[in-house]
């Protein structure tokens, strides 16, 4: 009788032992389906913030009567960490419009400073200058009746850019920022 308990005992044992196995199998199981590959985020990707294009084509003039800068307001107070980038429309190509990035910069032939434009920016404005010795010569083309493009890219992108970005080519960053032409807010 003793050795039919002592097999009952053991049988139990190795049941016990079975199912405290299957139990951490199916403990395992529960935890690694909880992983999933299509919710492991890419660093590239902000779901929750988004980029901004603010156009301000009306009294951008630069001359003698406010030092040839501008002080602009932006439509919102921006984040501290957000990216800025100022672009001037400086042509037409085919129908196309060049935007420059500022700083831009022209030079005379002995590769000294003619002029240019500058800015500064906070989370409320940007004041965006023109730079040189003699800005009263230069031609009002490029200081009358300009237009600024003022792209705000969120802090994210700045730090944890996994993708490279021309920031020269104003096409590049709408398009790796997901900007639509029709999303670029115009302020009068």
């Not at 003619?114 to 920016?121: A, E, L, R, S, V």
């Not at 200058?129 to 600024?148: A, E, F, K, W």
Request: proline share 3%.
């Amino acid at each position: 009788m003793k050795s039919k308990i002592h097999e009952c005992l053991k049988n139990n044992k190795k049941l016990m032992s079975k199912k405290f196995t299957l139990l951490l199998a199916f403990i395992g199981m529960i935890s690694l389906s909880s992983c999933n590959v299509n919710e492991v985020s890419d660093a590239s990707i902000d779901n929750d913030t988004i980029s901004e294009v603010w156009e301000y084509n009306t009294n951008i003039n630069f001359t003698s009567s406010n030092n040839f800068s501008l002080l602009i307001p932006f439509i919102h107070t921006i984040y501290p960490s957000d990216m800025i980038l100022v672009y001037r429309l400086s042509g037409i190509d085919n129908g196309l419009d060049v935007w420059k990035l500022l700083p831009e910069n022209y030079y005379f032939n002995d590769g000294t400073l003619n002029f240019g434009y500058d800015f500064d920016f906070t989370k409320s404005n940007v004041f965006v200058r023109m730079i040189g010795n003699d800005l009263t010569t230069v031609p009002t083309q490029n200081r009358l009746n300009q237009v600024l493009r003022v792209v705000v890219l969120p802090g994210f992108f700045g730090n944890k850019n996994a993708f490279i970005v021309d920031f020269n080519d104003y096409n590049a960053v709408v398009k790796a920022f997901n900007i639509k032409e029709s999303q670029v807010k115009t302020i009068q």
